[in-house]
């Protein structure tokens, strides 16, 4: 691996692990429902006025938006407003490896050699040694089971995204986030309807 290689992958790394600061920030004066429409239509525009939908199915396409983007993170910020430690959270969501290599071995019969699962035990291990060690009893189990959620829709989504193949990344994240846009969008407007009902 390059240097260039090797500042960018550390690049990645802190910027995950930053992500989590501000998510916990926003969450602070926000529902997770509304970060998360906010979130997405960041990204969606004006991108979607200048790129081009990929050559996707609808089908595959509003799939990858349901599981990678509003599953995903509207359990995440979930998770976190109901007091799952920030960077537990970004731990446990990890365990997504694990539900991804499981799902392609069930479902498209993708060989798993003993010593992958011998990674999986090790790393597994390794996971829940540290969640345990640096908050021990300080984890609500209601947010841990909506992070292990957010990781399994993670994993659906990475298995979307192999059955849809090749295809322009960018514009992949970019109509997909639409998608997660309008679902959100619709879950806001449906909590606003209910609670004005309610007030009635």
Same mark, same amino acid.
């Given at each position: 691996?390059?240097?260039?290689?090797?500042? $960018?992958?550390?690049?990645? +790394?802190?910027?995950?692990?930053?992500?989590?600061?501000? $998510?916990?920030?926003?969450?602070?004066?926000?529902?997770?429902? =509304?970060?998360?429409?906010?979130?997405?239509?960041?990204?969606?525009?004006?991108?979607?006025?200048?790129? /081009?939908?990929?050559?996707?199915?609808?089908?595959?396409?509003?799939?990858?938006?349901?599981?990678?983007?509003?599953?995903?993170?509207?359990?995440?910020?979930?998770?976190?407003?109901?007091?799952?430690?920030?960077?537990?959270? &970004?731990?446990?969501?990890?365990?997504? &490896?694990?539900?991804?290599?499981?799902?392609?071995?069930?479902?498209?019969?993708?060989?798993?050699?003993?010593?992958?699962?011998? &990674?999986? =035990? +090790?790393?597994?291990?390794?996971?829940?040694? $540290?969640?345990?060690?640096?908050?021990?009893?300080?984890?609500?189990?209601?947010?841990?089971?909506?992070?292990?959620?957010?990781?399994?829709?993670?994993?659906?989504?990475?298995?979307?995204?192999?059955?849809?193949?090749?295809?322009?990344?960018?514009?992949?994240?970019?109509?997909?986030?639409?998608?997660?846009?309008?679902?959100?969008?619709?879950?806001?407007?449906?909590?606003?309807?209910?609670?004005?009902? /309610?007030?009635?």
């Amino acid at each position: 691996m390059s240097i260039k290689d090797s500042l $960018i992958a550390l690049a990645v +790394v802190l910027l995950w692990g930053v992500n989590f600061f501000f $998510i916990r920030l926003g969450l602070t004066e926000m529902t997770p429902m =509304v970060l998360g429409m906010l979130r997405f239509m960041l990204v969606v525009f004006p991108a979607i006025l200048l790129i /081009r939908k990929p050559d996707v199915p609808w089908r595959w396409l509003m799939l990858y938006g349901l599981v990678i983007s509003f599953g995903q993170f509207s359990l995440m910020f979930t998770a976190i407003a109901v007091g799952m430690p920030t960077g537990l959270t &970004a731990l446990v969501l990890q365990a997504q &490896a694990f539900f991804t290599v499981l799902m392609a071995a069930l479902i498209w019969r993708e060989p798993v050699k003993p010593n992958h699962w011998l &990674a999986l =035990v +090790v790393a597994a291990v390794g996971l829940a040694m $540290i969640g345990i060690g640096q908050h021990s009893g300080n984890v609500p189990l209601f947010g841990l089971v909506l992070v292990l959620a957010a990781a399994l829709s993670w994993a659906c989504g990475n298995l979307v995204v192999k059955r849809i193949g090749r295809v322009n990344p960018l514009a992949l994240v970019v109509w997909g986030n639409a998608v997660a846009s309008c679902l959100l969008l619709c879950v806001r407007f449906c909590k606003v309807v209910c609670t004005m009902w /309610r007030a009635n």
